[in-house]
T-cell receptor
Framework: AQSVTQPDIHITVSEGASLELRCNYS??????LFWYVQSPGQGLQLLLK??????LVQGIKGFEAEFKRSQSSFNLRKPSVHWSDAAEYFC???????????FGTGTRLKVLA | DTAVSQTPKYLVTQMGNDKSIKCEQNLGHDTMYWYKQDSKKFLKIMFSYNNKELIINETVPNRFSPKSPDKAHLNLHINSLELGDSAVYFC?????????????FGSGTRLTVV
């Protein structure tokens, strides 16, 4: 069965520092991968997605993610974090056999001033 | 203009009551979803409709019944509410039921059963 693992429950970084959030997936074929951000009290917003082509994808708010098939990973990065990036981040994979999105358990990002 | 709107935003009710949550999208999307987010932020799909047709029906108690009167609306009715139903319920839509399209989420309905 498909699954998504986000190993880090909480991450704290200083404002201006670089960020990498990890996501590993379990899937037989090439997956469709997504990163979402959830600000407190809000719904989820799509940051970026990958399903083919260039393995480095650019998203909104200065985020990027790299698909690495050999490592079954789709890590999210940002070169310089802003205080407004503090939120919960979810990685998701779509099953090709159904239309179901499977979400990871999320990583809560805290940004220190 | 709100793309995916849910009402109410907060819902506090007693055990055993019946309640409904409404969702509307003005994006012209074909597919709508209900997700449940528990206290640990875990998101799990409950239902999905594509053009008013039910396409995903996860293992959810039959006290939960979705209804889609048209492709812009997907409502969730819950009978005989239980304490364990307390969660945030998110409605979402996507342009198509096929792969590769991200969701647009509503801002959620926080249901508290007391």
């Amino acid at each position: 069965a498909q699954s998504v693992t986000q190993p880090d429950i909480h991450i704290t970084v200083s404002e201006g520092a670089s960020l990498e959030l990890r996501c590993n997936y379990s899937y037989g074929a090439t997956p469709y991968l997504f990163w979402y951000v959830q600000s407190p009290g809000q719904g989820l917003q799509l940051l970026l997605k990958y399903f083919s082509g260039d393995t480095l994808v650019q998203g909104i708010k200065g985020f990027e993610a790299e698909f690495k098939r050999s490592q079954s990973s789709f890590n999210l990065r940002k070169p310089s974090v802003h205080w407004s990036d503090a939120a919960e981040y979810f990685c998701a994979v779509v099953s090709s056999g159904t239309y179901k999105y499977i979400f990871g358990t999320g990583t809560r990002l805290k940004v220190l001033a | 203009d709100t793309a995916v709107s849910q009402t109410p935003k907060y819902l506090v009710t007693q055990m055993g009551n019946d309640k409904s949550i409404k969702c509307e999208q003005n994006l012209g999307h074909d597919t709508m979803y209900w997700y449940k987010q528990d206290s640990k932020k875990f998101l799990k799909i409950m239902f999905s409709y594509n053009n008013k047709e039910l396409i995903i029906n996860e293992t959810v108690p039959n006290r939960f019944s979705p209804k889609s009167p048209d492709k812009a609306h997907l409502n969730l009715h819950i009978n005989s509410l239980e304490l364990g139903d307390s969660a945030v319920y998110f409605c979402a839509s996507s342009g198509t039921a096929t792969l590769g399209y991200g969701y647009t989420f509503g801002s959620g309905t926080r249901l508290t059963v007391v």
